[in-house]
């Protein structure tokens, strides 16, 4: 076997399936077919992109793989976000489709968390209402952050459920269509009293484990999944090589510390860095967008700004870690 040989071209030959390495992704991403039939809904396009992505078992892999293949910067934000919540969560499958559960009206931090855990008889009771969650529409499995108690100091005990959202007493309300990335629907969801089995809480701190970590999970994959988007343009659009090659020089840098500990300042202040990086190229893509699609230069000027959203939070996470390791 030639030892040059694509990703691809070994698999056919060996009769392995899974493609987990940066060449295989990097090859689908610059020289594989990416044609596909126009997606109407983003339900029809989780479907096909389950299908297409499941001999990819690492969630950015997917995530990049679901940009290529997506018609809308919302179905690109979809794979991205699933991935980010596959990548958190090993209750979930890569087939899942899931939504993180956690801002209410006082926000996302711990104390403002209202949302009850109960005993009730041989099971628990889930009781509350969470006012913002991402992809409302459908049955998606819902992971939801509850209060089970207070620690010693005072603290609220969180904890991870993971329901469904066609359980009895779980009742979500989408939100209207906003004018940004319209055909990713938002909403919020009340629980009054859902039965929960002990096997439905997850491990661990619920705030710690899941919720701290989840903006730097989300923020590599859905970019990621972006960055995917933009490589499927600047082919079809025939851009120049150097811009696919920057592309994909950031996709393989989100790559990397997709894998590493996301609560590691070392992470944190690199991340700072890819995304500054993409966000510039991105910038300069401003003239190139003229030889796009109309239609899909016209959807890219209204959503684009998606890449800005909890910029603060980021930027406040950086200082953070460059705090934290000044004191090393």
């Known amino acids: 076997m030639n030892a040059f040989m694509s990703a691809h071209e070994c698999a056919i030959i060996t009769g392995v399936t899974h493609e987990s390495s940066l060449r295989s992704l990097l090859d689908a991403a610059l020289a594989r077919s990416i044609d596909h039939p126009t997606y109407a809904t983003v339900d029809a396009f989780w479907r096909a992109h389950v299908d297409r992505s499941q001999h990819h078992p690492l969630p950015f892999d997917r995530a990049v793989l679901g940009g290529l293949f997506a018609d809308t910067v919302g179905q690109a934000f979809t794979a991205g976000y699933r991935a980010a919540l596959q990548a958190l969560f090993d209750t979930l499958s890569?087939?899942?489709?899931?939504?993180?559960?956690?801002?209410?009206?006082?926000?996302?931090?711990?104390?403002?968390?209202?949302?009850?855990?109960?005993?009730?008889?041989?099971?628990?009771?889930?009781?509350?209402?969470?006012?913002?969650?991402?992809?409302?529409?459908?049955?998606?499995?819902?992971?939801?952050?509850?209060?089970?108690?207070?620690?010693?100091?005072?603290?609220?005990?969180?904890r991870i459920v993971h329901v469904d959202s066609s359980r009895a007493g779980v009742t979500v309300t989408p939100m209207s269509i906003g004018a940004m990335v319209p055909d990713v629907l938002h909403g919020s969801v009340r629980f009054d009293r859902v039965r929960v089995a002990d096997s439905e809480l997850l491990a661990g701190d619920g705030y710690a484990r899941y919720v701290k970590p989840f903006r730097t999970v989300e923020d590599v994959h859905v970019f990621g999944a972006l960055l995917g988007y933009l490589v499927a343009v600047a082919r079809s659009s025939e851009w120049p090589p150097s811009v696919l090659a920057r592309l994909a020089s950031s996709i393989a840098t989100l790559r990397a510390l997709a894998v590493e500990p996301p609560d590691d300042p070392v992470v944190h202040v690199a991340l700072d860095g890819a995304l500054s990086t993409a966000k510039a190229l991105v910038s300069e893509l401003d003239l190139l967008w003229e030889s796009a699609a109309p239609d899909a230069r016209d959807r890219w000027n209204r959503d684009r700004v998606l890449l800005s959203v909890a910029q603060r939070a980021r930027d406040a996470r950086t200082t953070r870690a460059l705090e934290a390791l000044s004191r090393r």
Not at 103 to 121: F, K, S, V, W, Y
Not at 144 to 151: D, I, K, L, W
């Open 94 to 158: 890569p087939s899942d489709a899931a939504s993180f559960c956690v801002t209410e009206r006082g926000g996302g931090h711990p104390r403002a968390i209202e949302t009850t855990l109960e005993n009730a008889q041989d099971d628990r009771a889930l009781t509350g209402e969470k006012t913002w969650i991402s992809l409302a529409d459908g049955v998606v499995h819902l992971l939801v952050v509850a209060r089970e108690g207070t620690h010693d100091d005072g603290r609220p005990k969180l």
